[in-house]
């Protein structure tokens, strides 16, 4: 590959969620391309436990490469794509899940501000609503403030540049995966190292621009679902990056679930309990 990456888009995907979500996928992609140009790439990696070596195409689109492996896990997938970027020399890196829907609003919005300051990042708007707006002076409406990764979760949110994650990869204990011990967390870990590595405390970001993602389901599954996982990023970072904030921010964690007790929601009781054993490592 001999010309220019400007971004590389490391998509993660399951099979499965290929076949459900391939349409909206594409135009979330095509919305991202069409901002960015042909110094643009789209690397899928398409995960199937059962996968054959004829199983989908090859993408008949010239700037979208997919990789099948029959390895599940989120962060597996998204270190290949790390390591695809490094190979053909991106200066920026993107992760797109199978859900998670860029208006053009929101590519352009990164698109101008990924050389005025390191890490853009735009909102994550649990709704499946689109984005339909044009670009307009919304886009010139950013803040710069402090991020805290706990509360600023989804990694790709964020406009990363390669040079800067360094020997920083997702650990493969944690997040989505058949094989994981934690179904939650990479994100988190993957974003503190980044953050302490590269010295970044400000982030540009819209209040107008967002990314969107189906809303979670109301029973609180995916809380419980998550929470073990949860509890055990607490105990890695307070191993690693220990500081008063963050133990406010742990002590912030198990007091919602304590509190989410008090009101009887829904699965309460077993995430307080999950998040516990996380946290203790039982």
Same mark, same amino acid.
């Given at each position: 590959?001999?010309?220019?990456?400007?971004?590389?888009?490391?998509?993660?995907?399951?099979?499965?969620?290929?076949?459900?979500?391939?349409?909206?996928?594409?135009?979330?992609?095509?919305?991202?391309?069409?901002?960015?140009?042909?110094?643009?790439?789209?690397?899928?990696?398409?995960?199937?436990?059962?996968?054959?070596?004829?199983?989908?195409?090859?993408?008949?689109?010239?700037?979208?490469?997919?990789?099948?492996?029959?390895?599940?896990?989120?962060?597996?997938?998204?270190?290949?794509?790390?390591?695809?970027?490094?190979?053909?020399?991106?200066?920026?890196?993107?992760?797109?899940?199978?859900?998670?829907?860029?208006?053009?609003?929101?590519?352009?919005?990164?698109?101008?501000?990924?050389?005025?300051?390191?890490?853009?990042?735009?909102?994550?708007?649990?709704?499946?609503?689109?984005?339909?707006?044009?670009?307009?002076?919304?886009?010139?409406?950013?803040?710069?403030?402090?991020?805290?990764?706990?509360?600023?979760?989804?990694?790709?949110?964020?406009?990363?540049?390669?040079?800067?994650?360094?020997?920083?990869?997702?650990?493969?204990?944690?997040?989505?995966?058949?094989?994981?011990?934690?179904?939650?967390?990479?994100?988190?870990?993957?974003?503190?190292?980044?953050?302490?590595?590269?010295?970044?405390?400000?982030?540009?970001?819209?209040?107008?621009?967002?990314?969107?993602?189906?809303?979670?389901?109301?029973?609180?599954?995916?809380? %419980? @679902?998550?929470?073990?996982?949860?509890? /055990?990023?607490?105990?890695?970072?307070? &191993? $690693?990056?220990? #500081?008063?904030? +963050?133990?406010?921010?742990? %002590? @912030?964690?198990?007091?919602?679930?304590? /509190?989410?007790?008090?009101?009887?929601? &829904? $699965?309460?009781? #077993?995430?307080? +309990?999950?998040?516990?054993?996380?946290?203790?490592?039982?």
């Amino acid at each position: 590959m001999n010309k220019k990456i400007e971004l590389l888009i490391g998509v993660t995907v399951t099979a499965k969620d290929w076949t459900f979500c391939k349409d909206k996928l594409l135009q979330s992609l095509i919305n991202l391309h069409s901002v960015f140009g042909d110094e643009c790439i789209v690397y899928v990696v398409l995960q199937d436990e059962n996968i054959k070596d004829d199983f989908f195409p090859e993408s008949d689109i010239d700037w979208i490469i997919i990789r099948k492996i029959k390895y599940m896990g989120v962060s597996n997938a998204r270190n290949l794509c790390i390591e695809k970027s490094i190979e053909c020399g991106a200066k920026h890196i993107l992760f797109h899940d199978a859900t998670i829907y860029w208006s053009y609003t929101a590519a352009q919005f990164m698109f101008d501000q990924k050389t005025k300051i390191e890490t853009p990042k735009v909102h994550l708007c649990f709704s499946d609503s689109h984005d339909s707006r044009k670009v307009t002076d919304l886009l010139t409406d950013v803040e710069v403030r402090q991020i805290n990764p706990i509360y600023n979760t989804y990694v790709g949110s964020y406009l990363l540049r390669v040079s800067n994650i360094k020997n920083n990869r997702f650990n493969n204990n944690y997040g989505p995966g058949s094989k994981t011990q934690y179904k939650s967390g990479e994100d988190v870990l993957f974003l503190f190292d980044y953050f302490k590595d590269n010295n970044l405390v400000v982030i540009p970001r819209s209040n107008n621009v967002v990314i969107y993602h189906p809303p979670r389901p109301s029973d609180y599954s995916k809380h %419980l @679902l998550y929470a073990y996982g949860q509890g /055990a990023l607490f105990r890695e970072l307070l &191993k $690693n990056h220990k #500081s008063g904030k +963050l133990l406010l921010d742990c %002590l @912030l964690f198990f007091g919602n679930a304590f /509190a989410r007790c008090f009101f009887f929601k &829904k $699965n309460a009781f #077993s995430i307080l +309990l999950n998040r516990l054993k996380g946290f203790i490592g039982v």
